[in-house]
């Protein structure tokens, strides 16, 4: 039986290919992840190198130039839906 991947297992194959992640044996300080899938995805739907962790969004890339330009994409969409930014956070 053939079957498409679930979203969390694409979300993980998309963090370990951008080298956010990686697997590991064991380890004494760490919990495993788990990603659950939140309603705030659609928002971050489509721009480059943004995600969701937890209650965090991870917007990354190769250079300072395109990590900026991604980083603004993210404040544009955040600005086109009104939702705030904690600063507290």
Same mark, same amino acid.
């Given at each position: 039986?053939? &079957?498409?991947?679930?979203?969390?297992?694409?979300?993980?194959?998309?963090?370990?290919?951008?080298?956010?992640?990686?697997?590991?044996?064991?380890?004494?300080?760490?919990?495993?992840?788990?990603?659950?899938?939140?309603?705030?995805?659609?928002?971050?739907?489509?721009?480059?190198?943004?995600?969701?962790?937890?209650?965090?969004?991870?917007? &990354?890339?190769?250079?300072?130039?395109?990590? @900026?330009?991604?980083?603004?994409?993210?404040?544009?969409?955040?600005?086109? @839906?009104?939702?705030?930014?904690?600063?507290?956070?």
């Amino acid at each position: 039986m053939c &079957h498409a991947p679930r979203k969390s297992e694409q979300r993980t194959g998309y963090m370990k290919d951008q080298g956010i992640i990686s697997k590991v044996g064991t380890s004494d300080w760490a919990s495993p992840m788990v990603i659950i899938p939140k309603p705030d995805d659609q928002v971050i739907q489509g721009l480059p190198k943004t995600l969701s962790y937890s209650d965090n969004i991870i917007i &990354h890339d190769i250079t300072k130039a395109e990590c @900026y330009n991604n980083l603004e994409m993210f404040l544009q969409r955040l600005k086109k @839906y009104d939702l705030p930014l904690n600063k507290n956070k």
